[in-house]
């Protein structure tokens, strides 16, 4: 059964198209390196819940918007074994500062697939 590794984060609206071009070159590094499928989503019909939602998770402010990602792997032990070398590839390495989202309010997991159609 394949596994998955999900993420969500805010992203400032002004630097979409920097978050777009980081997540083009993450898209290549984790598919180069044996990932399935590499999904990234900006949100476009996402509200704040009563109790909890994706805005709220991520502390969204006014000027920002949230993305939504999964990667899928063949196991997790192929997800060990990529990400592994993705945080080793030279093509990833970027100064926190230069960051088009907060890393911060970032939350991410992995999963086992439950049911795949």
Avoid at 32 to 45: F, I, N, S, W
Avoid at 48 to 56: A, D, E, I, M, R
Wanted: proline fraction near 8%; hydrophobic fraction near 40%; glycine fraction near 4%.
């Amino acid at each position: 059964m394949s596994y998955v590794d999900g993420y969500v984060l805010p992203v400032k609206k002004d630097k979409i198209e920097d978050y777009r071009k980081l997540a083009e070159l993450a898209s290549q590094v984790w598919r180069d390196h044996g990932a399935l499928e590499y999904v990234e989503c900006v949100a476009e019909d996402v509200k704040p819940g009563k109790v909890t939602s994706f805005p709220q998770a991520v502390q969204l402010q006014a000027d920002e918007t949230v993305v939504f990602a999964w990667i899928v792997y063949p196991s997790r032990a192929d997800r060990d074994r990529i990400n592994d070398a993705v945080m080793k590839d030279p093509r990833m390495a970027q100064p926190p500062t230069d960051m088009p989202f907060d890393p911060k309010r970032m939350f991410f997991g992995g999963f086992e697939v439950l049911v795949r159609r």
